[in-house]
């Protein structure tokens, strides 16, 4: 089972700043399936990435994802107070499976 | 426009049953993948259950043998049988339709999430 280690765990950081979030992956993620949510408090997650670098139908391209392999990332540019959330990523691998990682939170400085 | 409304949480006690609804508009459930996600208070997401098309069925370790994934095409609905429940099955649990194609291994959209909690 592939296990997801996000970092940091938070990240504090001011609007108009750069957010550089961190996904690493135990064994390497087959075909770049690497996707990138966000939640915010009380609502259910969104879709941002798919496919480690797509951006989902109607997400700002302030929001970026590179990476493959092992070591993904997620790039926010100029961060939105609406942007202050928590981020997951997620891989979908043979049996098949699904799994999340823990989530970094993005809070403001 | 593409909803998904889940129903059917609530309190049980360990060892109980329930069933999750998750009424969908806007797309067809027997022509898509469709999956639960749940997330215990204060924690991070985890898989719980997908069901393809066409028909074939997969769950995480931690519910095999104990929840049920299915579907009812007259209805367009979703549902997740929970049986033998326990403490830590305590989650808000979401419904998602699963991806395909180049969304494959995604979820989305989401509905918002029905509370279940297992206490004596």
């Known amino acids: 089972e592939i296990v997801l280690t996000q970092s940091p765990g938070t990240l504090s950081l001011s609007p108009g700043e750069r957010a550089t979030l961190s996904c690493r992956a135990s064994q390497s993620v087959s075909s770049n399936y690497l996707a990138w949510y966000q939640q915010k408090p009380g609502q259910a997650p969104r879709l941002l990435i798919y496919g480690a670098s797509s951006r989902a139908t109607g997400i700002p391209d302030r929001f970026s994802g590179s990476g493959s392999g092992t070591d993904f990332t997620l790039t926010i540019n100029r961060l939105e107070p609406e942007d202050f959330a928590v981020y997951y990523c997620q891989q979908y691998g043979s049996s098949p499976t699904w799994t999340f990682g823990l989530g970094t939170k993005v809070e403001i400085k | 426009e593409v909803q998904l409304v889940e129903s059917g949480g609530g309190l049980v006690q360990p060892g109980g049953s329930l069933r999750l609804s998750c009424a969908v508009s806007g797309f067809t459930v027997s022509t898509k993948h469709m999956g639960w996600v749940r997330q215990a208070p204060g924690k991070g997401l985890e898989w719980v259950s997908v069901?393809?098309?066409?028909?074939?069925?997969y769950y995480a370790d931690s519910v095999r043998g104990r929840f049920t994934i299915s579907r009812d095409n007259s209805k367009n609905t979703l549902y997740l049988q929970m049986d033998s429940l326990k403490s830590e099955d305590t989650a808000v649990y979401y419904c998602a339709r699963a991806g395909s194609g180049s969304y494959r291994g995604t979820f989305d959209p989401w509905g918002q999430g029905t509370l279940v909690t297992v206490s004596s």
């Open positions: 069901i393809y098309s066409g028909d074939n069925t």
